[in-house]
């Protein structure tokens, strides 16, 4: 799917030139050769691809209640997930994957994003509208401003940066923000909340408080539906930014920012607005988690909560459009089912084997599963890490590419 | 090193088929007129699935596999297997020992990984996907509450595992959430009279307190109970949750003329302020002439287990104990020993009560119907589950029982014989008016998932 | 006047554990370049060193608990006792001192084993991957603790005769009140030794100057003949054994669980940071600083004021030093400044 090689790309990346230690062991490897920016710089692809590529990812996801089914995570709250977390990890894939600039603090901006929206269910409207556009422009708000001051350093620092203020958030919105926050709880909607614009329209009586869109309720498959939209035109706009000069000069910027500054662009401006963008994604995903399920928790800006949609954009693949997808289905996948399986439907599964070699594999198998689910991720994610660099994106790549015997060429999709 | 036996989930595969059924279940049909044939996860099948959502992961882990060993065994008892427990000494009881209202039970299990977030997430994979009739669990006051919330939104019923937040049942109480456990209200009123009995009524006390929601609950309900008797509040400090080390909290209590400390903290924060309070010497101070005391107001088993030594001597309320002599108690500990070879926690006991109450709330009723359910639940006066007589109030979902009044024993002797009853404190001196603490219930009919 | 000095003490003591931590993870990243997610486990390994050996020593025989009468239930005995009677219990008493002698070489083959298995292939790749496949490895780390040792927080006390309170007060002629754990002042007096001791270790001893020399100029020490590689696997066994002893040691003070790890490592990067990446004197300073600034922050006296402070003042003093001074307090110009 994506054009250049993630592998060499990764290598060379960035965070190399402001370590001096690291500057010695890859002095040799960094390319000496520009970024191919000239030609590149016009769009590769005609919109028509670009849209063709939405209608097919759009019928993977629309079709997701249908092929879903066997891995027994077709029903509603966990799909609505997978959705969310995918415009998640994909707006993280906008800064990381392209620029490099790795944050440890995204969750902030998805925990800001669904606080906007709750809000907004509580004090204008139980209408999606309104929430998702608002949080999306608080989330960016916080991003440009939280962006603007890390983006001031790179590598590890920047790391530390965004980790230090999405702590503070997380903290503050556990303990003293708690009237804003609900704290502990997290914040509901709640029956006797002002409501005005549907007090307006003379609606804001409801038994139980539901987002809803024009009447339509969020509950279910039709909250599925909705995160679905929103997932399409996400990957939408994912795909024409990458494809843009813009997408270009971000990854420019990651193979070399100093060189793309010698050459006379100056590359702040550059990375805030991808650091913006992706803030507001994770401002939309923070919406719709709040438009499914009227709840907003402080965990969800917990640092371990960043962490875990860098672990989705690495096991799926950085820099690629789909992996971070794929990340995001995997780890909630896991979360969700795998944190269900217990000993006895393990015995089930193996029921095919004799009883002893029954015993031993339940006996292999189940540190794994159930309680155990954060090893099997642990475990997982390590071995990507070493052997796919790529995430499980480069993983088919490499398949399709023995499937096609050899052919060198390359496979962007 | 305890190695425990994995939960058996057999209904695990069932839950799966069912997910599919309720799945291809057309969203429309199931308003107005139908409503009672046809509510949210109605059974079909001879068997009902209950689900059970602890945490697995985080802090609460070994009190969340607790909750579920006790799950376990209520759903053998309830489908007739094992030797019955308490079964056979609940009254009034409509259970038979064959399965809800002649459906096998059958159970799915979820990680809270105690965020609200997370539990929902996992209570909604058991109704949308498991089809589940009930749900029940937990290990924190927040998670309660969040899926008590989600309980009434979608119209599943929820049995709280252990939450002690007064908002459970106060401000944020729902028709559709019931807990058995007490609250920081009744902790305070048992053990303020003790507290005076015991240390005096000339004290000066100082909190320590967890800075969140059930935090200052509880920190709120003890300093009313025991200013009304004639103590003084020195002053009260919030503390981050997980501070890990409380050194710079503890040192200035020594010079603030204090001389009892408050600490409302749960878990792995109970654990090491208490552990550091000890080793700071408070123990063995004096104060303005008297003997320094430190106060835990809720216990638990485990964490007396992880302060070792230091909870020696320590009074704090508890909800129950497996000592406790009545035979409730005896046969349900005795149930659960032999099964697991330990005595139960009170989170398992709660979690073990609370589950046999909804299912004869269900035989009462003859239905799974929850509005049905709901209200044989209310009201619900029984007795002989280990906690004397017991009352389900309507009015808030609160249950109204004696309160234990606790301590860290001095020579224990097994590593399961940390805390002694020092007082059965009796259920009309913890009874309140519903009103004080605010909240409304909701409707018995809602929408329901099938909305 | 008391009440500061106290804060003084409890800032050192906290500190005390920081500098500790932030030492090992500056040696790795100084001599390695390896940016190591995975420190703040080898400090809960450490704890668990401790553990270990308690369960080790306490391995006991099952005695039928006559006292519960409900089901057959066993109480245990440990062995230790049953056979040396009192010198039994005082080994057992004494098991976080006696841990350090089990920890130091189990530490040092898990740092070797670390560093030789997974963390020497990537030298090459970018940080960002070297977060990743350490934080991974801090998971998985993290996970089979608990599958061995359950979640629950498991009690080890400092021996007997430690578990009382110094009066400071009396000892430095104060009046007042004036009291401080003992064990934690044994705490703050071993983490100012293993710190002296590293230095001393990488000042004073020749390998420890080759080290620093590879250090700071890693291609010249290699021209010279020496295979600094392998002098860098024992460097980072070295930081997993400070860890180790870190964690270990504080044992008695928190009471361990698996993920006391990852609480301590969040924290032990932003010492690193503000002390200065790669700087081992700024480590330690840092940690020392922040530890006290961490205990004055937590006054109510300061709290009243800026309410929520003492949540977020490590962050914020992170976030000023990187931004005003990017190499941190003692970095030197030029190292990691960007």
Known sequence: MDTTNTTADLKSATMDADTHSAHYHTKSEVPTQLPPLGPDMRPLWPPKVDILMTVLFGIAVFSMPIWLQPFGAAYPDLMQRFAIFGIFAIGFNILFGLTGYLSFGHAAF????????????????????????????????????????????????????TLAFAQMCYNLAYS??????????????????????????????????R????????????????????????????LRITRSPFGMMLRGIKSNQTRMAYVGFNTRPYTLVAFIVSGMYAGLAGALLAVVDPLAGAERMQWTASGEVVLMTILGGAGTLLGPFIGAVLIKYFENIFSALGHTTLSDAFSFLPDGVREFAVSIVSPFVGEGWHLTLGVLFVLVVIFLPGGLAEGFRRIGRMFRGGNKSETSS | MTKFERPSRRGFLQGTAIAGATLAVPTFFTRGAWAQANFCNAPKGASVVLGFNVPQTGSYADEGADELRAYQLAVKHLNGEGDGGMLNTMKPSNLKGNGILGKKVEYVTGDTQTKSDAARASARRMIEKDGVIMFGGGSSSGVAIAQQSLAQEIGVVYMCGLTHSNDTTGKDKRRYGFRHFFNAYMSGEALGPVLAEVMGKDRRAYHLTADYTWGWTQEESIKNATEALGWETAQTVRTPLGAGDFSQYLTPVLNSGADVLILNHYGNDMVNSLTQAVQFGMRDKQVNGKQFEIVVPLYSELMAEGAGEAVKGIFGTSNWDWKLTDEGTAAFTKSFGQEYGRPPSQAAHTCYVQTLLYANAAETAGTFYPPEVIKALEGFEFDGMGNGPTLYRADDHQCFKDVLVVRGKENPSSQFDLLEVYKVVPRDQVTYKADIFGGELGPYEVAGCAA | MDAILLQVLNGLDKGGAYALIALGLTLTFGTLGVVNFAHGALFMLGAFCAVGLQEVLTLSVRVRDESITFFEAYKEEPYLVLWFGDTGAAIIDWVVPLSVLVTIPLMLLIGVAFERGLIRFFYKR?????????????????ELIKAGFGANPIPISAPEIARGSADIGAMLGLSGVLTYPW?????????????????????????????????????????????????????????????????????????????????????????????????????????????????FASLNEVKSILPGIDQIIIYLVAVVVLLARPRGLLGRRGVMEA
């Open chain 3, 183 to 295: 064990w934690r002042l044994i705490y703050l007096a071993s983490s100012l030794f293993i710190i002296g001791g590293v230095f001393a270790f990488l000042n004073l001893t020749t390998y420890g100057m080759v080290v620093r020399a590879g250090m700071a100029d890693r291609e010249t020490v290699q021209l010279l003949g020496i295979n600094i590689q392998r002098r860098f696997t024992v460097v980072f066994g070295l930081a997993a054994v400070v860890a180790g002893l870190a964690g270990a040691l504080y044992t008695p003070i928190l009471t361990p669980n698996y993920h006391i790890g990852m609480d301590f490592l969040v924290l032990s990067f932003v010492v690193v940071v503000v002390g200065g990446m790669g700087s081992l004197g700024g480590a330690v300073l840092a940690g020392f600083l922040l530890g006290i600034l961490q205990s």
């Open chain 1, 176 to 209: 003293v923000l708690t009237p804003i926050t609900n704290g502990e709880t997290g914040l509901r909607v709640l029956r006797n909340d002002p409501r005005v614009l549907d007090a307006l329209v003379g609606s804001s009586e409801v038994a139980i408080p």
């Open chain 1, 211 to 238: 987002a809803s869109f024009f009447g339509i309720s969020m509950t279910g498959m039709a909250g599925f539906w909705a995160c679905a939209v929103c997932l399409m035109i996400a990957f939408y706009i994912a």
């Open chain 1, 110 to 161: 998805l925990g800001i994003g669904s606080y906007a929206a709750v809000w907004s269910f509580k004090l204008l409207s139980l209408n999606v509208v309104p929430a998702i556009i608002l949080s999306v422009l608080i989330a960016g708000v916080f991003a440009a401003a939280i962006g603007y001051v890390s983006l001031r350093r790179s590598g590890i620092y920047f790391s530390i940066l």
């Open chain 3, 126 to 142: 970018p940080h960002a991957e070297q977060i990743l496949v350490t934080f991974g490895l801090a998971i998985v780390i993290q």
